[in-house]
């Protein structure tokens, strides 16, 4: 019995952590969505976007928004490989609509992001697809923006109090290296800025930090070729070619400054005598009164 014993012994196998494959490093695939990318004639408020595995949302409160800019932010939830939207506002018809969900998508296991990822849809029969793309830096020291939100107006239908009053017409917002795309653009001219919209108003209240372009943008798209290199299963490359559609400018540069605004408002009054008052205000005045 000791013989066979010592016989069994080297067949037992030890006991360790089964290996699980070369690490993930891929972001999430998408797969399909109702409505597809590109729709026309679309009436439902809610989405349904299918990945290729299992994804999570990271501040999807903040990171997601919509153009035209929502009163009431969409309802965003992920289940499995599956991600859905609910719009909250009625739909303007006709429209074009973009969901951007800037990097909120992540895969559920490694945390892949999929940054810049969007889906386009049409209230009407045609779908506008212009786009206007840069970066927003600190005017200071030149660091990147994180988290800031560009919007554009019509250059027709800009006065010199619309973007402390009106909300923008499309916005955007700039991922960790201040880079931003705002899609969904008819044909026109426009101004940009770019606030930190504290309040999420879609405008620039005086406080906040703002950047703006000096001139106007005209946003265009041309076909292009474009290299890639495939790989073989046998490890070989190949160069490959293929038509892209370029959209431009995507070099326009913002940098964010704040005025150091403080509102002018009454703090406190008193009467320290019968015949003098004391009026304290919030910040210091241009001029006083007569």
Not at 151 to 158: E, I, L, N
Not at 176 to 185: A, D, E
Not at 242 to 265: G, H, S
Request: aromatic share 8%; net charge negative; glycine share 6%.
């Amino acid at each position: 019995m000791a013989a066979a014993g010592a016989l069994l012994a080297p067949a037992c196998a030890s006991i360790g952590r089964p290996e699980g494959g070369a690490r993930d490093t891929e972001p999430p695939v998408f797969v399909s969505a109702r409505p597809a990318p590109g729709a026309t004639g679309v009436k439902s408020t809610r989405l349904s976007i299918l990945f290729d595995e299992n994804i999570q949302l990271d501040d999807a409160f903040n990171k997601v928004i919509v153009s035209p800019v929502q009163s009431t932010p969409p309802s965003v939830s992920a289940n499995g490989r599956r991600l859905s939207v609910e719009l909250r506002d009625t739909l303007v018809t006709p429209a074009t609509y973009t969901i951007d969900f800037g990097d909120a998508i992540k895969d559920l296991n490694e945390g892949n992001v999929l940054d810049g990822f969007a889906i386009d849809f049409s209230t009407g029969s045609a779908i506008d697809s212009l786009r206007i793309s840069g970066m927003v830096l600190a005017a200071e020291n030149l660091e990147p923006a994180q988290g800031m939100l560009v919007g554009v107006y019509r250059a027709d239908s800009v006065a010199d109090s619309t973007v402390r009053t009106l909300p923008f017409e499309r916005v955007a917002r700039t991922n960790q290296l201040g880079q931003f795309t705002v899609r969904g653009l008819a044909p026109g001219t426009y101004r940009i800025y770019a606030v930190n919209d504290i309040n999420r108003d879609y405008h620039w209240d005086r406080s906040e930090d703002v950047a703006f372009y000096g001139g106007v943008v005209t946003p265009t798209s041309e076909r292009v070729l474009v290299s890639d290199t495939l790989k073989a299963a046998d490890g070989t490359d190949s160069v490959v070619t293929r038509q892209v559609t370029r959209f431009m400018p995507d070099d326009i540069l913002l940098t964010w400054f704040n005025e150091q605004y403080k509102a002018q408002y009454l703090v406190d009054n008193s009467r320290p005598e019968r015949r003098k008052l004391d009026f304290r205000f919030n910040t210091r005045a241009d001029s006083l009164p007569i």
